[in-house]
């Protein structure tokens, strides 16, 4: 099975460490990283997709995609 995240949060380390951390658990960068300000706060928004594929699963709407 093919998972997909989308990673988001704001433009500093914590961002980047979000997708070090994500990348060290198997999980693949999937296009571009994106930029964008939010009006509402003020701080420029990071985003970045990533993938994985998990051999001998099956998908279900119910699962928590960072755990796997």
Same mark, same amino acid.
């Given at each position: 099975?093919?998972? *997909? ?7 500093? &380390? &914590?961002?980047? #460490? ?11 960068? #999937?296009? &571009?990283?994106? *930029? ?14 990533? *993938? ?6 099956? *998908? ?9």
């Amino acid at each position: 099975m093919k998972l *997909y995240r989308l990673l988001t949060g704001p433009d500093d &380390s &914590s961002f980047c #460490h979000k997708v070090t951390l994500a990348l060290n658990k198997g999980w693949f960068l #999937h296009g &571009s990283p994106t *930029y964008a300000f939010n009006a509402e706060t003020g701080i420029m928004q990071c985003g970045q997709a990533v *993938y994985k594929e998990v051999e001998g699963k099956d *998908y279900t709407s119910d699962m928590k995609l960072g755990e796997q």
